[in-house]
């Protein structure tokens, strides 16, 4: 195998695969970031982030950093020092932002679902119910790790309901234009992403917005201590296309570029077309004998079960050797899944391809994986058949 040419794919929920077009805007000179050129590609960046995120005008912020840096951007900014946070969790982002915010002093209470399962709306409305004094709750739309899309709309309801007060801040990182996302009609207050996924960009950039209500509330209010995330300084530079540091320059240019071209496809048919890769995804993984880890699966990546004689560990090192690079388990699930995505820069043929790679790496590693039947799944799945 290791004599052969695979072509090098990245099938991992992130970093995805990046347009040419994008490519090609990475390799342009690098602009000054307070010359006039460069604060047009940013307010043009902003804008068309905003409307991937559903929310008016410029009001989405590009911070530095991976996206782990722009939800500590909107946990500092939104939630004064100290304050209690609920976090709610059922996999490894959501444990991290818990972790994030007792690291930052919040007094945090926990809500934890087992990996994969969905949040017990019941028990969510208790919790909130007997915790007093609560700033913030946060979740994870997408959970990447788990393969979960956890429904945010319906505990941001429970949350207005039952703990008006408090904030609800959204990690939506593999789910922004992905997943149907309304952070406005939801109710949320702060949604974080990052560049190195739904939005096909290289790893780098994290976008924060912030409700005005968000806003409001931490306006003034001793804030936990962070000088480079405070996004209160960077909201007023950012109005008029400057930053409070020097951004990634290069990376805005390739952002703008990748989100005109999700914005030309129209972001319903991004959020359909990523569903039905995922779902091919699935379909395939199925025909294989690998079940679907997550309840209710994430468009945005296909955890798939490995069956304990053959072992996840084993596939993705098959799959390495054929050119792809998947995602496994993290944690306790290191040996049980495999996270295959189509995240990125991905069509229809792609899927198929990524099917047969995924039959064929089975293959390598269990000589009684049944052939051909992973392609015709993936194809029935793409025709809405499955
Ligand atoms: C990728 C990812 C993040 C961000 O991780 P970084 O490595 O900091 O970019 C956060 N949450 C989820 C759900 C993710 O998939």
């Not at 992130?14 to 460069?38: C, D, N, S, Y």
């Not at 939104?78 to 059922?90: I, N, S, T, Y």
């Not at 004998?289 to 798939?304: E, I, N, T």
Request: hydrophobic share 50%.
């Amino acid at each position: 195998m290791s004599a052969a040419f695979f072509k090098p794919r990245l099938l991992a929920p992130g970093p995805v695969e990046v347009p040419p077009a994008v490519l090609e805007a990475l390799a342009r000179p690098v602009t000054h970031h307070r010359a006039p050129a460069f604060r047009e590609t940013f307010l043009r960046a902003r804008e068309r982030l905003a409307t991937v995120f559903s929310v008016p005008g410029d009001d989405v912020l590009i911070v530095t950093g991976s996206g782990t840096a722009g939800f500590e951007a909107a946990l500092v900014s939104a939630v004064p020092a100290g304050d209690r946070v609920l976090a709610l969790h059922a996999g490894r982002f959501g444990e991290r932002w818990a972790a994030m915010a007792e690291s930052l002093g919040y007094q945090v209470e926990h809500l934890e679902a087992a990996p994969g399962a969905e949040f017990d709306l019941s028990e969510v409305a208790e919790r909130l119910d007997a915790t007093s004094q609560l700033a913030a709750v946060t979740l994870v739309q997408s959970e990447t790790s788990t393969g979960a899309l956890h429904d945010v709309r319906a505990v941001a309801e429970l949350v207005r309901r039952v703990r008006p007060e408090a904030l609800v801040l959204v990690d939506a990182v593999t789910s922004l234009a992905c997943a149907e996302l309304r952070p406005l009609e939801w109710g949320l207050d702060a949604v974080v992403s990052g560049s190195q996924k739904g939005v096909m960009t290289p790893p780098g950039l994290a976008f924060v917005w912030l409700s005005e209500r968000a806003w409001q509330r931490s306006e003034g209010a001793g804030r936990a201590g962070s000088y480079y995330l405070d996004l209160h300084r960077e909201r007023a530079k950012q109005a008029g296309g400057q930053t409070a540091f020097t951004p990634a320059v290069s990376l805005v240019a390739g952002l703008d570029v990748a989100l005109g071209m999700l914005l030309d496809e129209g972001l319903e048919n991004v959020w359909r077309r990523r569903a039905g890769l995922n779902a091919a995804l699935l379909a395939a993984g199925g025909a294989l004998g690998l079940r679907q880890f997550a309840a209710r699966p994430s468009p945005a990546v296909a955890a798939l079960v490995v069956p304990e004689g053959i072992g996840a560990r084993a596939v993705l090192s098959a799959a390495r050797a054929r050119g792809a690079t998947l995602a496994g388990g993290q944690g306790e699930l290191a040996g049980t899944i495999i996270r295959p995505s189509l995240l990125g820069y991905a069509d229809r043929y792609d899927a198929v391809a990524a099917a047969q790679l995924l039959e064929d790496a089975l293959h390598d590693v269990d000589a009684d994986t049944p052939q051909g039947v992973a392609v015709p799944a993936a194809l029935r799945a793409l025709a809405g058949e499955a």
